[in-house]
């Protein structure tokens, strides 16, 4: 009778531990959220990456992606899109908070999403494409592009089940969508309209799906597990610099840098932080689209300015240079689409670069016309007295700048003669009476 009660404890142990309670129950869902707000770029590609793989390695039940952006480079938009229609967890993306914005490239990225969804007030849209070089394309080049833009958002778009002719009127007409006019659209441009990313996973308890290949598959949503994640000090680091204006600022301070260094040699410091800001410029036009155009404007711009300070041109050479730095500037920071430098940057930041690059210019000619004062240099033109007779065949002494050197003279000098330093020959002085007329006693 023991044994029997003893075995039956025993099944009812290896019962309670085999199946799992009601409170142990399954594993809640995961939902991988991450946030970007920026331009499009392969900083933001390679973020989107690894957060789609940490969301496929870890079994998440959904990736969310919540986006701010005026738009990016298109190579990087195509990279972003082809790893959300492979990524195994449906990819969510939310434009949010209210007043952000999903423009240009984001508005492709929007479209490719298994589940796009905003919050109230922001706006998607306007994604026609422009050059990446940022130099006016003819009107065939530009027409080509735009309706190669326009076939990409119709695929996306009808793969997804929204409206064909409204994404591509976003390419070709550049046009801009509140989030109640995308919703209410028919078919509608985007599945939900949520405040935050708490109110979205509710939303989708429950939602079923189409994937980019046809499967369909229900969310479930319910006590669902949020985990963050964010982007790395390396990656924040270079998507900040990668930002045209940045860009453009670390180029023009690592310009002036140089120029100070050039101009004042041994100052050290000038020309470390102005390598410094060239290199992280050089790395963000590797990021960035690049001018080539544009940078060769700014180097000649340079170079008209230092002309002007050696050839008399009557002001001609300085405000060509300061034009030409003007127009490379306007053409190396329009080369992503959507996100531009405005003149009230480009025009005061050049206008203080020629100035500051004349001003140092004028003041290093100065210095260096000016006559020696100290070393071997100063002494020349000086005058002394002399202490002894000097002449041709006989070295003296004089008194120049409170101290006593040997000296020669073609003329005969007097003790007590005022002279003048001639010339240096080791540490003998050349000198000349000061009134060879009276070369007698004064």
């Given at each position: 009778m023991t044994c029997t009660r003893a075995s039956a404890a025993g099944l009812l142990?290896?019962?309670?531990?085999?199946?799992p309670t009601a409170d142990q129950g399954v594993a809640a869902p995961r939902a991988i959220v991450a946030e970007y707000d920026g331009i499009v770029h392969p900083i933001a590609a390679e973020f989107l990456d690894e957060t789609i793989a940490r969301a496929d390695t870890s079994g998440a039940a959904v990736t969310v992606l919540v986006l701010r952006t005026p738009g990016g480079l298109l190579d990087s938009t195509r990279s972003m899109v082809s790893r959300m229609i492979a990524a195994r967890a449906p990819v969510v993306v939310f434009v949010s908070p209210s007043g952000a914005r999903a423009a240009s490239a984001g508005f492709i990225i929007a479209l490719a999403a298994d589940v796009t969804a905003m919050s109230p007030g922001t706006h998607i849209g306007a994604a026609h494409p422009v050059s990446g070089s940022g130099a006016p394309a003819d009107e065939t080049t530009a027409k080509k592009a735009a309706e190669d833009a326009a076939a990409y958002a119709r695929t996306l778009a009808e793969a997804r089940g929204r409206n064909v002719s409204l994404?591509?009127?976003?390419?070709?007409?550049s046009r801009a969508f509140t989030d109640r006019e995308a919703m209410g659209a028919?078919?509608?441009?985007?599945?939900?309209?949520?405040?935050?990313?708490?109110?979205?996973?509710?939303?989708?308890?429950?939602?079923?799906?189409?994937?980019?290949?046809?499967r369909s598959m229900t969310l479930e949503t319910t006590g669902i597990t949020i985990e963050?994640?964010?982007?790395?000090?390396?990656?924040?680091?270079?998507?900040?610099?990668?930002?045209?204006?940045?860009?453009?600022?670390?180029?023009t301070l690592g310009m002036?840098?140089?120029?100070?260094?050039l101009w004042t040699p041994g100052a050290i410091l000038p020309g470390v932080a102005g390598g410094l800001c060239l290199l992280l410029a050089f790395f963000a036009f590797q990021v960035l689209p690049v001018n080539t155009t544009g940078l060769l404007l700014i180097v000649f711009g340079l170079g008209l300015l230092l002309l002007e300070l050696k050839v008399p041109s009557f002001g001609a050479l300085g405000v060509g240079g300061t034009i030409s730095v003007l127009i490379g500037s306007i053409m190396i920071t329009r080369?992503?689409?959507?996100?531009?430098?405005?003149?009230?940057?480009l025009v005061p930041?050049?206008?203080?670069?020629?100035?500051?690059?004349?001003?140092?210019?004028?003041?290093?000619l100065t210095a260096q016309r000016a006559p020696a004062v100290t070393g071997a240099e100063g002494l020349i033109g000086e005058q002394g007295i002399a202490l002894t007779a000097i002449d041709a065949d006989r070295l003296g002494q004089v008194r120049v700048h409170g101290e006593i050197w040997h000296a020669t003279s073609a003329s005969p000098v007097v003790p007590g003669r005022s002279v003048?330093?001639?010339?240096?020959?080791?540490?003998?002085l050349l000198v000349e009476p000061t009134d060879p007329a009276h070369g007698g006693p004064s």
């Open positions: 142990v290896l019962l309670a531990v085999a199946v994404a591509a009127e976003a390419v070709t007409a028919a078919p509608p441009l985007i599945d939900l309209i949520a405040q935050d990313v708490p109110d979205l996973l509710r939303q989708l308890d429950g939602r079923t799906i189409k994937r980019f290949d046809g963050r994640v964010e982007m790395t000090r390396r990656q924040r680091f270079l998507s900040t610099i990668a930002h045209p204006q940045i860009a453009y600022l670390l180029l002036l840098g140089l120029t100070v260094e080369g992503v689409p959507g996100v531009s430098v405005g003149f009230e940057v930041v050049v206008l203080a670069l020629s100035g500051i690059v004349l001003a140092l210019g004028r003041l290093a003048r330093v001639a010339a240096l020959s080791g540490l003998t």
